[in-house]
């Protein structure tokens, strides 16, 4: 079972599978945004979901937490493109620049 964790030194969050370490999701916090950087899944956990289940549960955070999203990530802009449902999140000058 996935289960994702912050790791707030390292400034990304993690999942883990039985806690294992599968993927994470680098982000910079800012005064009203979180700006994500980077999101890996390990080469071994590839295939498997993790991506998408780390983008879904790092957006429902910014939401939890009031925060707007800059997704400087490539695989968080994709995982918007494809899910409108957090489009919100985003700013519209910040879609338009990274074309969400």
Same mark, same amino acid.
């Given at each position: 079972?996935?289960? +994702?964790?912050?790791?707030? @030194?390292?400034?990304?969050?993690?999942?883990?599978?039985?806690? %294992?370490?599968?993927? $994470? !999701?680098? $982000?910079? +916090?800012? !005064?009203?945004?979180?700006?994500?950087?980077?999101?890996?899944?390990?080469?071994?956990?590839?295939?498997?979901?993790?991506?998408?289940?780390i983008?879904?549960?790092?957006?429902?955070?910014?939401r939890?937490?009031?925060?707007?999203?800059?997704?400087?990530? @490539?695989?968080?802009?994709? $995982? +918007?493109?494809?899910?409108?449902?957090?489009?919100?999140?985003?700013?519209?000058?910040?879609?338009?620049?990274?074309? %969400?």
């Open positions: 079972m996935l289960t +994702l964790g912050n790791n707030d @030194p390292l400034h990304r969050f993690e999942a883990f599978d039985d806690g %294992v370490l599968v993927g $994470y !999701s680098e $982000y910079n +916090l800012l !005064s009203d945004s979180v700006m994500f950087t980077h999101t890996e899944v390990l080469p071994e956990h590839e295939g498997k979901g993790v991506g998408g289940f983008a879904a549960a790092v957006l429902d955070d910014a939890k937490q009031g925060k707007h999203v800059i997704p400087a990530c @490539p695989f968080i802009a994709a $995982y +918007l493109r494809k899910h409108p449902e957090y489009l919100d999140l985003v700013k519209p000058e910040i879609r338009r620049a990274f074309k %969400v």
